[in-house]
């Protein structure tokens, strides 16, 4: 199973990205995927899923900015990240559980399966 995050870049604050994350080797179309993040010096931190039963979840930083989709005919995952602000600088990574029928937990021990990591810098 791969990952493979894409999408990220520089970008002033104020501005936007979206992130893919294209899987291959399984279907996730009952499981859930998600996305996380690692601020320099920091701990990887929740940043919002999407639950294979259908609704996301979302980090209180994040909430109203970033918007989590997905298409599971492609098998790939989305990231549209809006009002970009310099402490969303972080390497954001694509996940998704390897057991179906998740709750669209936001710890990162819920996950199985990691793509490699795209860099996201904002500056002011």
């Known amino acids: 199973v791969q990952l493979q995050a894409s999408g990220g870049g520089l970008v002033q604050a104020g501005g936007s990205l979206r992130l893919s994350c294209a899987a291959s080797?399984?279907?996730?179309?009952?499981?859930?995927m998600g996305w996380f993040r690692q601020p320099p010096g920091k701990e990887r931190e929740f940043v919002a899923v999407?639950?294979?039963?259908?609704?996301?979840t979302y980090a209180d930083s994040v909430k109203g900015r970033f918007t989590i989709s997905r298409d599971n005919a492609k098998n790939t995952v989305y990231l549209q990240m809006n009002s970009l602000r310099p402490e969303d600088t972080a390497v954001y990574y694509c996940?998704?559980?390897?057991?179906?029928?998740?709750?669209?937990?936001?710890?990162?021990?819920?996950?199985?399966?990691w793509g490699q990591g795209t860099q996201v810098t904002v500056s002011s």
């Open positions: 999407s639950r294979w039963s259908g609704g996301s």
């Open positions: 996940t998704a559980a390897g057991r179906r029928y998740g709750s669209g937990s936001p710890l990162v021990k819920a996950y199985d399966y």
């Open positions: 080797g399984r279907t996730f179309s009952s499981h859930d």
